[in-house]
């Protein structure tokens, strides 16, 4: 008898299984449609099991991650969303693309690698770091995506002019009317451990944090969120928004 219901447990497990993942590949396209990507994006429905969820309309969770996707400015960068209590009454589970869909918290990023800031910049060897406080310690980073505070970024490169690589402490903000404007401020030179540690002459310095310091405009969160934290995470920078009680449809999930 036991054989018997330890096969019907991993039968039973097996359908649910086939049937999450089916629901995925429903929903990867389906944003892939409403948003024009050029690929399927990543998609994760989590919670076990996943048929009451379906049955209920209702899922616990869901996570969309569209990697290489064409952004203003910078080229490509990573968009990504979670949702969490995502009710599907009006969207069911294939997801209508123009159906509403309430969530009780959604967090959307934008992730920006260091070798596409680097090249907006024009210094191609750009490598950043979180604040060294945070890579030091063990909490991996101030938001529950692991992602560092704003203020005394590491910046380290060859800025034109200079010939030699530099770090750079940085801060990082949203500006903008829209506010969808990342602003890169350079605030001084950083030497000693971790860093390139490299001094910069006093009548170079201001040229060295001028090569560091940027603009980059038009970078709006997926579902249009308005940020509320930018920091580093690995050697990406990253932008995002966090808002509670939001209902959203899934061409917004890429913002034009």
């Not at 005394?152 to 990082?172: E, I, M, N, Q, Y």
């Not at 603009?215 to 969160?221: E, F, I, K, T």
């Amino acid at each position: 008898m036991s054989a018997a219901i330890a096969a019907l447990v991993l039968v039973a497990v097996g359908v649910d299984f086939g049937a999450s993942v089916y629901a995925e590949y429903q929903l990867s396209r389906a944003v892939r449609r409403a948003t024009d990507l050029r690929a399927d994006p990543f998609v994760a429905i989590l919670g076990f099991p996943f048929l009451p969820q379906a049955r209920r309309d209702h899922y616990t969770e869901v996570e969309i991650k569209a990697p290489a996707v064409e952004q203003p400015m910078i080229g490509k960068s990573m968009l990504e969303a979670t949702m969490h209590s995502v009710d599907l009454t009006e969207a069911t589970w294939r997801f209508r693309p123009d159906a509403p869909i309430p969530v009780a918290r959604l967090e959307s990023r934008i992730i920006i690698g260091s070798v596409h800031l680097g090249r907006y910049l024009g210094i191609r060897d750009l490598m950043v770091e979180a604040p060294p406080a945070e890579t030091n310690d063990n909490t991996g980073g101030t938001t529950e995506s692991g992602i560092s505070s704003s203020h005394g970024l590491v910046f380290t490169g060859t800025p034109a002019g200079f010939g030699k690589r530099v770090s750079v402490a940085v801060d990082l903000s949203i500006g903008g009317e829209d506010h969808s404007t990342l602003v890169i401020t350079p605030t001084g030179i950083l030497t000693g451990p971790d860093t390139a540690d490299q001094t910069v002459p006093e009548e170079q310095r201001a040229a060295v944090l001028t090569a560091f310091r940027g603009s980059l405009p038009q970078q709006r969160l997926p579902f249009g969120l308005i940020p509320t934290s930018q920091g580093a995470r690995g050697s990406d920078v990253i932008i995002e928004g966090i808002a509670d009680g939001m209902t959203v449809t899934l061409p917004e999930f890429r913002q034009r």
